[in-house]
Every structure is written in structure tokens, then in C-alpha cells.
């Protein structure tokens, strides 16, 4: 018997019993990765916007609408979770990380496989999906030396999904919209093409910035002349910026207004800030930097092994697929070539510090998909090979009435929710501006006080569990007094300001000391002070570096 008849009946079972072994395989490297990478507990290293999730999710679980900062999407997400974890991130972090690993993962990998089958055939789509598995590991030893933290220690755990930051979930939102918009495409389906939108949707609910993404889909669906499609994709986003929209207003204004600089009550010796105009507001949205995004390549060049290869890859690739589909190729070359023109223009996107490979995230899938195509570019075996094992997606039958449901589920449900919910007024979060933090206050801390003589005060806490090291940060303020210049008044440690939206709080607290023990001594002198500890933890479990995640509820000592 020939070895192809044997293996004959497995094809009854394809993908999965290709696709399975690799799901697997993915699940058993992100687990050997974990226990070899360094790492505090659950906590793998961060640097990022996970604490403004996190927190946003534990404000909305208890009713309100919190500062909103960040996208709905993932803080809706985060809800549940922080409802059964409590607001201590480190309490929580196991529930987001075996979310992403355990569901989103496993997603992205069919996803990878779906869109690679749709340009060269099964194969191909094994392919890039082993890669896909294989590809973040195997390329470790292609960086030099003093890059291996950057890369392995802080850009891995990301992408892996092994920490709280919203970019990893956008990147597999925005990954399953591209699944669907390219079935759309292949079978001609309106039913994808909606799906497509409702999902890029979400990934823009999850992370604004990933309106770049439309572009793609966009030019795709008019280089195979869909103009219905075309109306109808612009059509489904509709109710993604609506819900948006809404989140933004109820919590700090309209987008592009929410995050311009509040004005000081000016004195006669304060700083003058000037209130940038609407061209200044949109540009710093969508910088183009040429120096800054030359910057990049000349990043790679100093890390890399070749920057000639990586440069050559997606252009090759796109040549490839151009001779499977014009279309397709134009939708992955738009796809990266958005997000890498401009964020890559962005001050704060940098090879040296690794924040390219976060903040660029949603793109890669697609430079994976162009270098998984380049086997397309061999003479007749390429061809033979798509052709031989070519798919045909079945288009999913989903009527008016089911499309209409999906968006009411989606995006109408958090748009009701979001109006009839009151913005934030209970001092329940604050932000550390200059750390970028927004923290839940804690009332189950149980911080006491104790007069010890000489003017001394003796601390002590009970904090809640959490699954990393944890260190006490404790911070002090005078219970009251007037902040310089804005003559804000300060109380229990807090400025609060209602200018519209949620109130927004931030703390005004000098840091005296950093401890394992549960329990510090002071000697602050006379007066009225208020004591806050907050707990902290990094992935080095270092007591130098990390950020603070949740502070506790205020304590008013006197001190006569």
C-alpha cells in the first residue's frame, strides 16, 4: 500500500488533525517559555496600560461609567473578572492570562491558518501556522546579545498574551476580522463582510488606534469592485463608533477633545500652557515622521541580524499573493503598511526600547502572512500546491434579522448600558500621572495607625491575597492643603476635579518609604496627615522598580 492511501483517511479529519497538534504544541511552548522566562509568580513584565483596564473594569462592575482613557471593549472584558477577583490586579492577572492563552490564542492560530488556506490551500495555511507557533521562538537567536531582555523578557511575554495589556486582544480581534473579510471576499458573502466590521469594531473598542486597520479592508473590497460591500463594511462600523463615541463622552468628552491639556487657573506665577488647536489634536493622532520612522529600520539594523531580510519579506510576499490575488495582496500590504507608516512615525514607538513590538502588535500577523507566502513565488510548485489543495469556504448564511441581533449583542447592549450608567463620582480610582497609573482604591486594606511616643506612628495592614510578590509603597500628605499654583484643594491625599465626564482624581502624596513587612514606622511631626499604602510588584520582584497597582482608603492621623 502506497503511503498515500494510507494516510488517506486522515484527510477526512483535515484541519484539525493538523491544526490540533498545533494548538497543543502552541499551548506547551507558552508553558515551557513561562517557567523559563523570569517572572514574579503570575506577573510577567508589563509596561503598559494594564492597571487602566483593570481598574476601569472594577468601576464599571460596581455601576459607574470610570475616566475613560482607554477603549471600552477590554475594560467591559475585564468586568466579570475584576467582580471575582477583587480590584488587586495581582488577584486577577491568573484570569486574564489563562483567558488570553487558554481561548485567544488558540483563535489567533486558526485565524492564521484561515487566511493562509484562503491565498495558497491547506498547505500553505499549515504553514504559516506552524510558523505562527514556532516563529517568535525561532527568531530569538537572530537578535544580538543585549537585545535578549528587550525581546525575550518584555516583547514575548506580550505577545504570548501572559499579561494585562489591551494589545494583545486587539491584535486577535483584528486578526478574526481580517478571517472574515477575506472568506467575504473568496465567496462573495455579505454575511462575512458585516462580521468583518462588527469585529474591527471591537478591536477599535479595544484599542482606538486600530482604526488603521479599515483601511485595508477598504481598498481590498474596491479592487474586487464590491461597492455594495464596500458601503455596507463602512455601514457596520457605524455602531462601533457610536458605542465609542458614548464611552468617551460619558467618561472625559469626546475623543479627540478628551485628552487635550486642562487649563491651570492661571496666577501671576503660573506656567503658561496653550490650548492646542484641532490640526495640532488630530496630527499628534496620526504623526508621519519620516526621520522617526527611518529611525525604525536603522533600529533594526543595529539589533538585527538583516535588516535587508526583513525589508525584503513583506515586499517579496506581497508579490506572491499578487499572483494568487490582487486583492489579497493589496489587504495585507495596506493592513501593514497602516499600522507601520504611522504609528511607526510615533515618538513613542522604538526598536531600542521594544515598545514597536507592542504597539505594532495588531500588524504582524500580516508580516507573518506574507513571509508564510513566499513558497507561492516558486516556479509551478507554488501554483501546484494551491492549487492542488485548494478550499472552498462555505458562506455563512446569516440573514438580516441574525446580523441585526450580532450588533444589538455587540454594540447596542454597551451603548445602553454606557448612557444609562452615571459617570464616576465616588473616589473609588485615581491616576498617578506621572507614572501613567489609574488605580482602584481598596477598602479591604485595613490600614491602622498606633501613637508608638516621640511622635512616632506605627502602620500595620492587612492587604488582599494576590498571585506575585508583592512590596508596600507608603504614602503621606497632609490631610489637607492648596495645591501650588491652581490653588486646587487637596484632601486625604486626593485632587479631584469634575470638568465634565467622571471625576477625575489623581494622587497628590509624597512616597516615604518602600517595605515587605506589613507594618512602618514614621515620625511625621505635628499635625494633621493621611496615610495611604499601596501594594506593588514587578516581574524581577525588585523592590526598586515596579508600580504601584491598588492603594488603599485614606487613614487621618493626628499628631500632637
Not at 488606534?209 to 477598504?218: D, Q, S, T
Request: with cysteine; net charge positive.
Amino acid at each position: 500500500m502506497r503511503a498515500a492511501e494510507r494516510f488517506r483517511p486522515l484527510a477526512w479529519y483535515e484541519p484539525w488533525v493538523v491544526l490540533a497538534p498545533l494548538v497543543v504544541a502552541q499551548w506547551t511552548a507558552v508553558v515551557v517559555f513561562a517557567h523559563v522566562v523570569r517572572r514574579n509568580g503570575w506577573l510577567f513584565y508589563q509596561g503598559g496600560d494594564q492597571t487602566w483596564f483593570w481598574t476601569s473594569g472594577w468601576v464599571l462592575g460596581h455601576g459607574h461609567v470610570p475616566e475613560t482613557y482607554v477603549g471600552w471593549a477590554w475594560a467591559l472584558a475585564m468586568t466579570p473578572l475584576a467582580a471575582l477577583a477583587g480590584p488587586n490586579f495581582l488577584a486577577g492577572v491568573p484570569l486574564v492570562v489563562l483567558l488570553q492563552v487558554g481561548v485567544l490564542l488558540p483563535l489567533a492560530l486558526l485565524c492564521i491558518y484561515e487566511i493562509a488556506s484562503a491565498i495558497g490551500g491547506r498547505v500553505l495555511g499549515y504553514w504559516a501556522a506552524a510558523w505562527w507557533v514556532a516563529a517568535p521562538y525561532l527568531v530569538i537567536p537572530l537578535f544580538v546579545d543585549r537585545y535578549h531582555k528587550v525581546f525575550v523578557e518584555q516583547a514575548l511575554p506580550q505577545g504570548l498574551g501572559l499579561t494585562g495589556l489591551g494589545d494583545f486582544p486587539s491584535m486577535v480581534a483584528v486578526l478574526v476580522s481580517a478571517t472574515l473579510l477575506v472568506r467575504g471576499l473568496r465567496a462573495g458573502a455579505r454575511a462575512e463582510v458585516i462580521g468583518s466590521a462588527f469585529a474591527a469594531g471591537i478591536a477599535i473598542g479595544i484599542k482606538p488606534a486600530n482604526g488603521l486597520f479599515v483601511a485595508a479592508p477598504l481598498v481590498a473590497l474596491a479592487l474586487a469592485r464590491r461597492w455594495q460591500s464596500v458601503l455596507e463594511y463602512a455601514a457596520a462600523l457605524v455602531p462601533a463608533l457610536i458605542v465609542l463615541a458614548i464611552w468617551k463622552e460619558k467618561g472625559s468628552g469626546i475623543a479627540l477633545l478628551a485628552n487635550a491639556p486642562l487649563h491651570l487657573a492661571a496666577g501671576a506665577n503660573a506656567p503658561h500652557f496653550s490650548e492646542p488647536t484641532l490640526w495640532e489634536r488630530l496630527t499628534s493622532y496620526v504623526p508621519l515622521d519620516r526621520t522617526q520612522l527611518n529611525n525604525q529600520f536603522l533600529g533594526f539594523r543595529e539589533f538585527f541580524w538583516s535588516a535587508r531580510v526583513l525589508e525584503f519579506i513583506p515586499v517579496a510576499g506581497a508579490i506572491a499573493v499578487a499572483r494568487r490575488s490582487i486583492p489579497l495582496a493589496a489587504f495585507l500590504s495596506t493592513w501593514l503598511a497602516a499600522y507601520f507608516v504611522v504609528k511607526g512615525s510615533s515618538p513613542a514607538v522604538d526598536v531600542a526600547t521594544g515598545s514597536i513590538w507592542r504597539l505594532l502588535m495588531p500588524a504582524w500577523p500580516a508580516y507573518l502572512l506574507l513571509g508564510a507566502s513566499l513558497p507561492l513565488l516558486l516556479p509551478r510548485i507554488g501554483t501546484a500546491l494551491a492549487e492542488r489543495f485548494r478550499t472552498v469556504p462555505r458562506p455563512v448564511r446569516a440573514g438580516t434579522r441574525a446580523l441585526a441581533a450580532i450588533g444589538v449583542a455587540l454594540f447596542a447592549i454597551p451603548a445602553v448600558a454606557f448612557a444609562a450608567l452615571p459617570s464616576d463620582d465616588t473616589r473609588t480610582a485615581a491616576k498617578i500621572p506621572e507614572r501613567s497609573l489609574f488605580l482602584p482604591v481598596d477598602g479591604g486594606f485595613h490600614v491602622r495607625a498606633r501613637g508608638i511616643g516621640d511622635g512616632s506612628i506605627r502602620l500595620t495592614w492587612r492587604p488582599p491575597p494576590g498571585h506575585a510578590h508583592p512590596f508596600y509603597v507608603v504614602l503621606r500628605s497632609p490631610s489637607r492643603f492648596v495645591f501650588p499654583y491652581t490653588e486646587d484643594v487637596v484632601t486625604q491625599g486626593m485632587r479631584c476635579k469634575s470638568p465634565g465626564g467622571a471625576i477625575r482624581c489623581t494622587l497628590e502624596m509624597n512616597e516615604i518609604g518602600r517595605t515587605r513587612q506589613r507594618l512602618f514606622r514614621d515620625t511625621p511631626g505635628r499635625g494633621r496627615w493621611t496615610y495611604r499604602v499601596g501594594t506593588a510588584a514587578n516581574w524581577l520582584d525588585d523592590p526598586e522598580q515596579g508600580d504601584v497597582l491598588v492603594v488603599s482608603e485614606p487613614l487621618d492621623v493626628v499628631v500632637r
